[in-house]
Structure formats: structure tokens, C-alpha cells
């Protein structure tokens, strides 16, 4: 499965950014989505992550109630809607999937990452 991560850009705080990710593979249904950002000089994090077929999702914490992530298999893309960011949002953005169940969204083992869109929050 090959992603492509986009959307990302430069944004004030209390502003909003979407960001996709885009599959080639129409098996995309099957594969559940994540997404993980990685700030200068930090460690990457996961961010917020949906089941094949959305049954489920989860949230980092530091992204509850502002971050909503949302997936249209007809297009075989997953979204990011990011609202209310924040300067510390700021970070490289990457998208990845594999075959994870709810439980594991946020620990699990990704094989198939994009190439990361970068999202800058100025304050």
C-alpha cells in the first residue's frame, strides 16, 4: 500500500488545517489508519487513529475535541481535520496503515507509511 500524505501548510493559532491521506490500493477498506507527528528534536507520537470501516478510533489526548479523523474508502483516503490548533501542534505529520485492530490503533505495527506533510502553527 502506498500513502500520500497532504494538506499540511503554515496556519495561526485558533485556525484549521485538514490533511489526507490517500491509498493506491483499493484494499484501503481493510486496513486500518493512523496518524503520528513528530516535532523538531521530540519523539515521534501517535496523534489519532480509525479501524477499517470505522468501527473505531482512538485520540491522543493532547488532541481530544479539536482533532477528528474520518475516512472515505470510496476514495481511499483518510483525513485529519485539525480545529483549534495550537503552536504546539507543530510538527511533521505521517500517515501510516496496516492491519490493526481498535485496541492497537495507537501501539501498534505500521508497515506502510506516507512521506509526511508538515503543519506550522504560529502563535
Known amino acids: 500500500v502506498q500513502l500520500q500524505a497532504s494538506g499540511g501548510g503554515l496556519v495561526q493559532a485558533g485556525g484549521s488545517l485538514r490533511l489526507s491521506c490517500a491509498a493506491s490500493e483499493r484494499t484501503f477498506s481493510d486496513y486500518s489508519v493512523a496518524w503520528f507527528r513528530q516535532a523538531p528534536g521530540k519523539e515521534r507520537e501517535f496523534v489519532a487513529g480509525?479501524?477499517?470501516?470505522?468501527?473505531?478510533?482512538d485520540y491522543a489526548d493532547s488532541v481530544k475535541g479539536r482533532f477528528t479523523i474520518s475516512r472515505d474508502d470510496a476514495k481511499n483516503t483518510v483525513y485529519l481535520q485539525m480545529n483549534s490548533l495550537k503552536p504546539e501542534d507543530t510538527a511533521i505529520y505521517y500517515c501510516?496503515?496496516?492491519?490493526?485492530?481498535?485496541?492497537?490503533?495507537?501501539?501498534?505495527?505500521?508497515?506502510?507509511w506516507g512521506q509526511g506533510t508538515e503543519v506550522t502553527v504560529s502563535s
Open positions: 501510516a496503515a496496516d492491519r490493526v485492530p481498535s485496541a492497537l490503533l495507537r501501539d501498534g505495527i505500521y508497515d506502510y
Open positions: 480509525i479501524t477499517f470501516r470505522a468501527y473505531g478510533t
